[in-house]
């Protein structure tokens, strides 16, 4: 299994039956693919609906009909299409139970960047901001470390997304989750050893006693 | 009298300098026929409140290819490159907003508040130079109304009246325009006959708009 796979993987593990989930561009996208049997997910795409699912079949595709990333996707029954102001009142109003998010850096206070490099990649926050403020339970899905670099590091470097604490951080070597007193390493990879994760990690990472292997 | 024109009649009412709220989202319910017209009239020194600038030789990024657009109030520049580069290279100025506070500032200058209170941006670079207030013990960030000269929409369907509806995703930010914009143009994908659209599926009310974009028949295309 690819990294990203692995990861799109284990973050899927954390949608439970009935909840309202908000996945962002990218990487996040994948989780949807994975979702355990049995359980069933609304998805919410920020440009205004819930119920999205993919394109049904080829030949299918509306172009008034996609997500937040511009691709078509299709809507399932009891779908529900609104506006952009009602569509971040769900986010900012605690009714969006997860939303999966990219990341750049996340630090040990649990502070995620992900909007911009200053000087060299500006994308824009989107929806982020409201994302991370907002959503009750907030999962980074991102890539260990970046061409060989720490993106899980002492204090972000780079502008902050949101002063709240993510809740859970997964990579393609670990899953950590930041808490009050730091950094909690939670579960390594299959094959990845504890001594892997902190030579990737230039946070300090709090181990306990017992770190399973992932369970996937 | 109607209030539909001709989409060349429709940019003439817009000159230089204009401030425009455009809709759509990646330019999905974007008025595209209303934004090809703006850059081959050559509207320039636009100050555009969109929700992206979608991507190069699509929807606003035709403005920003042209170079009509002197600012940008925009949430998300990540799908197009060349906003991005005018941006770092100081010829644009854009005003980065997330994206829930852009929405609730156009719903405020429309509906006539003071602003609003948001905790999205407190403790970022977005807070600076902007008022906190605590309420109950929680910290909210005072963003402020925005308008414009114009609100150019997409919409569905426009009734002989004015009255709107949209579709699915291609409705995004167009309602909440349809507020904040001094002369509001629509431009519908199709004009049906008053009473069409039923009251309870009316979005936007034919009193917010005063202009739509006419069709002509495409019969046997």
Same mark, same amino acid.
């Given at each position: 299994?690819?990294?990203?796979?692995?990861?799109?993987?284990?973050?899927?593990?954390?949608?439970?039956?009935?909840?309202? &989930?908000?996945?962002?561009?990218?990487?996040?996208?994948?989780?949807?693919?994975?979702?355990?049997?049995?359980?069933?997910?609304?998805?919410?795409?920020?440009?205004?609906?819930?119920?999205?699912?993919?394109?049904?079949?080829?030949?299918? !595709?509306?172009?008034?009909?996609?997500?937040?990333?511009?691709?078509?996707?299709?809507?399932?029954?009891?779908?529900?299409?609104?506006?952009?102001?009602?569509?971040?009142?769900?986010?900012?109003?605690?009714?969006?139970?997860?939303?999966?998010?990219?990341?750049?850096?996340?630090?040990?206070?649990?502070?995620?960047?992900?909007?911009?490099?200053?000087?060299?990649?500006?994308?824009?926050?989107?929806?982020?901001?409201?994302?991370?403020?907002?959503?009750?339970?907030?999962?980074?899905?991102?890539?260990?470390?970046?061409?060989? &670099?720490?993106?899980?590091?002492?204090?972000?470097?780079?502008?902050?997304? &949101?002063?709240?604490? /993510?809740?859970? /951080?997964?990579?393609?070597?670990?899953?950590?989750?930041?808490?009050?007193?730091?950094?909690?390493?939670?579960?390594?990879?299959?094959?990845?050893?504890?001594?892997?994760?902190?030579?990737?990690?230039?946070?300090?990472?709090?181990?306990?006693?017992?770190?399973?292997?992932?369970?996937? | 009298?109607?209030?539909?024109?001709? !989409?060349?009649?429709?940019?003439?009412?817009?000159?230089?300098?204009?401030?425009?709220?455009?809709?759509?989202?990646?330019?999905?319910?974007?008025?595209?026929?209303?934004?090809?017209?703006?850059?081959?009239?050559?509207?320039?020194?636009?100050?555009?409140?969109?929700?992206?600038?979608?991507?190069?030789?699509?929807?606003?990024?035709?403005?920003?290819?042209?170079?009509?657009?002197? #600012?940008?109030?925009?949430?998300?520049?990540?799908?197009?490159?060349?906003?991005?580069?005018?941006?770092?290279? %100081?010829?644009?100025?854009?005003?980065? !907003?997330?994206?829930?506070?852009?929405?609730?500032?156009?719903? &405020?200058?429309?509906?006539?508040?003071?602003?609003?209170?948001?905790?999205?941006?407190? %403790?970022?670079? !977005?807070?600076?130079?902007?008022?906190?207030?605590?309420?109950?013990?929680?910290?909210?960030?005072?963003?402020?109304?925005?308008?414009?000269?114009?609100?150019?929409?997409?919409?569905?369907?426009?009734?002989?009246?004015?009255?709107?509806?949209?579709?699915?995703?291609?409705?995004?930010?167009?309602?909440?325009?349809?507020?904040?914009?001094?002369?509001?143009?629509?431009?519908?994908?199709?004009?049906?006959?008053?009473?069409?659209?039923?009251?309870?599926? /009316?979005?936007?009310?034919?009193?917010?708009?005063?202009?739509?974009?006419? #069709?002509?028949?495409?019969?046997?295309?």
């Amino acid at each position: 299994m690819d990294d990203k796979s692995l990861i799109a993987r284990r973050v899927a593990l954390e949608l439970k039956d009935g909840m309202l &989930a908000n996945l962002g561009i990218g990487l996040p996208t994948m989780v949807a693919g994975y979702l355990p049997a049995g359980v069933t997910v609304s998805f919410q795409s920020e440009n205004g609906i819930i119920g999205m699912c993919p394109v049904p079949a080829d030949g299918l !595709v509306n172009a008034d009909l996609t997500d937040a990333g511009g691709s078509p996707i299709g809507a399932l029954p009891g779908a529900s299409a609104f506006d952009s102001a009602f569509s971040f009142g769900l986010i900012r109003g605690g009714h969006l139970d997860v939303t999966v998010l990219g990341g750049l850096e996340v630090d040990e206070a649990g502070h995620l960047a992900n909007w911009m490099v200053p000087g060299k990649m500006v994308p824009g926050m989107g929806g982020a901001m409201d994302l991370v403020t907002g959503a009750r339970r907030v999962i980074v899905a991102m890539t260990h470390t970046a061409k060989g &670099a720490a993106k899980i590091v002492p204090c972000c470097t780079l502008p902050l997304t &949101a002063l709240r604490r /993510v809740d859970l /951080v997964v990579t393609e070597l670990a899953v950590i989750e930041p808490t009050a007193e730091g950094l909690v390493l939670r579960e390594v990879a299959p094959g990845v050893s504890i001594a892997q994760v902190i030579a990737a990690t230039s946070a300090r990472l709090i181990v306990p006693e017992h770190v399973p292997e992932m369970v996937l | 009298m109607s209030k539909a024109v001709s !989409v060349t009649r429709a940019v003439e009412m817009v000159p230089d300098g204009a401030s425009l709220l455009i809709g759509g989202f990646m330019g999905v319910g974007s008025p595209h026929r209303v934004i090809a017209e703006l850059v081959r009239q050559g509207r320039k020194d636009l100050t555009v409140i969109a929700n992206d600038s979608a991507r190069p030789g699509f929807g606003i990024g035709q403005l920003i290819d042209a170079r009509l657009v002197r #600012k940008l109030v925009t949430s998300h520049i990540g799908t197009n490159p060349e906003t991005q580069r005018q941006m770092i290279a %100081g010829e644009t100025e854009v005003d980065l !907003v997330p994206q829930g506070t852009l929405a609730e500032r156009i719903r &405020a200058g429309g509906f006539g508040l003071g602003g609003v209170l948001t905790p999205t941006g407190v %403790g970022t670079v !977005v807070a600076e130079g902007k008022r906190t207030i605590e309420v109950d013990g929680k910290v909210f960030l005072l963003e402020e109304p925005l308008k414009a000269d114009f609100a150019l929409l997409f919409c569905r369907r426009a009734d002989y009246l004015g009255n709107l509806d949209y579709f699915l995703t291609a409705r995004n930010f167009n309602p909440l325009m349809a507020t904040a914009g001094g002369t509001v143009i629509a431009e519908p994908n199709e004009i049906v006959p008053t009473g069409v659209i039923p009251p309870d599926e /009316v979005v936007t009310p034919h009193v917010l708009v005063d202009h739509f974009i006419e #069709k002509g028949a495409s019969h046997g295309r």
